[in-house]
Structure formats: C-alpha cells, structure tokens
C-alpha cells in the first residue's frame, strides 16, 4: 500500500497538470491581456534577421519532417516514462523532484500566458497581425509528419488545443530539458542523458522548424526551466521542507 500511495504522488503532479492545461479553454488568456502578434513577429526579425519560421515553411524536407514529428511525440511522454523509470529504481526523491518540477515549471508557464498572451509563428503566417477569437489549433507544419506517415497524429492532437494565444513560453522546449537535468542530478547513464539531450534539442528545432514557436519562444523556454529546476532545488533544500513528512525517505 505504501509503495502504491508512492507512486500515486510521484505521478499526482502530471494529472494536476492536465486537469490545469484543459481547463485554460474555459479561460482564454485573451480575455484578460492583449494578444501580441506583430510585436513577436518584429522581434523575431530584429533578432535573427530573419524569420526562421518562415524559412523552413518553403525548406524542408521528408527526413527532417519525420525527425520533427519523432521528437515532438516526446514531449510528454518521456518525462512521464522517465518518472516512472525513477520510481521502478526506486530513487523516490528523484521522482517526486522530476514531477513536482515539471508541475512547478507549467505554473510558471501559464502565469505568463495569461499575463502575455502571444501568437504562434503559424498564426501570423496564415492569419496576419490581427487577433481572431475563438481561431482553431492548427498543426502548423507538423501536417507533414502526418502526410508522411499516412496518420492524422499532431491534427488530431492540435485540433482540441487548448489555447493557441501561448507561444511564449515554449514549454515544448521546457519539458525535456527539466527531464535532462534530473537525469544528471540522478546520476542516470551517459547513453540514457544522450538520449534525452538528442530528444531535447530535436524539440527545440521541431518547435521553430514547424512553425509552432519562434526562437525568442524557445529561449524563454529553456530559461523557464532552468529558473523552475533552480527555484524548486532550493525550496527543497529549505530544512523545514527536509523535515516535512510528505518528504519523508523520499
């Protein structure tokens, strides 16, 4: 009974997750800030010159679309697996740490999303620089992972999105990396980090070759995470949290 009431907090935190994630449909973001779509689209220019998502829009090719679609399939599924991985080694600390930092990590994510509500690269490519309420999701160029293997995966998946207005941050670009990080903390093997860095930069690349971020996205995305590993770690490290019976030989 213990081990099963273990497992239930090392994974509570993905379902408070989702439970969160779907729920944003029944409060846009759009209804509290405005939707910033051109001045993205600008910044992106300034900063790299030129739009990478629109670049890769007319480059791309079958091999890099179907590494796209691999790696985009990873983003909540390994962090998910890798909890699990954690808890079957019985390394429970490192579990729960893995969770409740993914949790942490959505929570300052979405706090964003509702304070900057910010348009996709997609959107402004297809629709322009003017907010249109209540717009679909769209799959963007991961439509041509789908072509390519025959299966409507990321349309199926986008269709039901939740809220297309929350492009900054990248948390496509956060959640792998969170993963990475815990996996060196746990002292996982050097193939298995490999795998997860691979998988990690894969999104990163996905997500402005798809046309779903920008590369200003992405960065916040990493930076997101980074601050949720650096802010969690030291609220574990606090002595009453040490001593508190939740955490206990964990």
């Known amino acids: 009974m213990k081990t099963i009431l273990k497992f239930i907090l090392a994974l509570l935190p993905y379902g408070v997750f989702a439970l969160l994630y779907f729920s944003m449909k029944f409060f846009p973001s759009y209804e509290y800030n405005t939707i910033d779509i051109r001045g993205l689209y600008d910044a992106e220019q300034a900063l790299c010159g030129f739009l990478p ?42 579990c729960v740490h893995t969770s409740l930092c993914f949790l942490l990590c959505n929570l300052i994510g979405f706090c964003i999303y509702y304070a900057h509500p910010a348009a996709p690269p997609w959107y402004a490519m297809q629709f322009g620089f003017e907010p249109i309420i209540n717009t679909p999701g769209s799959a963007a160029g991961l439509v041509r992972f789908d072509e390519l293997i025959g299966v409507k995966v990321f349309q199926s998946i986008y269709t ?43 999104i990163w690349f996905t997500a402005v070759y798809t046309a779903h971020h920008y590369v200003i996205d992405v960065l916040l995305g990493i930076a997101t995470a980074t601050v949720s590993v650096i802010i969690f770690e030291i609220l574990m490290s606090a002595k009453h949290l040490k001593q508190a019976k939740i955490f206990h030989h964990i």
């Open 53 to 94: 998502c629109e670049y890769f829009s007319m480059h791309n090719c079958a091999v890099l679309d179907f590494i796209a679609g691999i790696s985009y399939l990873c983003w909540i599924p390994v962090p998910v697996a890798f909890t699990i991985i954690l808890f079957m080694q019985k390394r429970y600390r490192w």
């Open 160 to 202: 039901g999105n939740s809220n297309i207005f929350a492009a900054i941050p990248s948390l496509h670009a956060a959640y792998m990396l969170i993963t990475t990080i815990y996996a060196v903390l746990s002292r996982q093997s050097k193939w298995l980090i490999a795998v997860f860095a691979m998988i990690t930069v894969g």
